[in-house]
T-cell receptor, first 113, second 113 residues
Framework: DGGITQSPKYLFRKEGQNVTLSCEQN?????MYWYRQDPGQGLRLIYY???????QKGDIAEGYSVSREKKESFPLTVTSAQKNPTAFYLC????????????FGPGTRLTVL | QKEVEQNSGPLSVPEGAIASLNCTYS??????FFWYRQYSGKSPELIMSIYSNGDKEDGRFTAQLNKASQYVSLLIRDSQPSDSATYLC?????????????FGAGTRLAVHP
């Protein structure tokens, strides 16, 4: 059963804590992305990775970090430096050679207590 | 000017009517355009892609593209209450030093019985 999985579905964080959001895909896609969505707003790009062991900052990378050690996995860490982390986090992947269409995982809703 | 603009809505239509969703974009060289549907609390789902001027039909959905006017629209015929969702327009652009998918803020559609 192919697809993109994200875990956990809901995550609660105390101020000052780092948390890591998981994103896994078994679609053999090279490119993977992390977005943040706030209520009533569009998606904003946090980080993206075109290939294993390479990733680039997006528009709002401050306070976040990523790794891409395996093709299937692109975890996102929300650090204590991110001042307003409460949001809906979406992971996406793109087929190799495609015309930029991206497919999304189910998302993780992060709430800071 | 925002790179991708959509009317936030809500757009309210009666069941069975045609819903028309509009999107304008700023980059004249964009070649591909995508419509995503996002139900409340869920992740975006790709429903239409269009690459050439004119119309593309898929079931009850028709995407219309006019590159000269930098305008793409989505028509939903025979609207159903299950079509009630936020519809996101997405356009690939070269911005900030890399290719990325720019999302509009979305138009909320409400189909009432």
């Amino acid at each position: 059963d192919g697809g993109i999985t994200q875990s956990p579905k809901y995550l609660f964080r105390k101020e000052g804590q780092n948390v890591t959001l998981s994103c896994e895909q078994n679609l053999n896609h090279d490119a993977m992305y992390w977005y943040r969505q706030d209520p009533g707003q569009g998606l904003r790009l946090i980080y993206y990775s075109q290939i294993v062991n390479d990733f680039q900052k997006g528009d709002i990378a401050e306070g976040y970090s990523v790794s891409r050690e395996k093709k299937e996995s692109f975890p996102l860490t929300v650090t204590s430096a991110q001042k307003n982390p409460t949001a809906f986090y979406l992971c996406a992947s793109r087929p190799s050679g495609s015309s930029n269409e991206q497919f999304f995982g189910p998302g993780t809703r992060l709430t800071v207590l | 000017q925002k790179e991708v603009e959509q009317n936030s809505g809500p757009l309210s239509v009666p069941e069975g009517a045609i819903a028309s969703l509009n999107c304008t974009y700023s980059d004249r060289v964009s070649q591909s355009f995508f419509w995503y549907r996002q139900y409340s609390g869920k992740s975006p789902e790709l429903i239409m892609s269009i690459y050439s001027n004119g119309d593309k039909e898929d079931g009850r959905f028709t995407a219309q593209l006019n590159k000269a006017s930098q305008y793409v629209s989505l028509l939903i015929r025979d609207s159903q209450p299950s079509d009630s969702a936020t519809y996101l327009c997405a356009v690939p652009m070269f911005s900030g030093g890399y290719n990325k998918l720019i999302f509009g803020a979305g138009t909320r559609l409400a189909v009432h019985p």
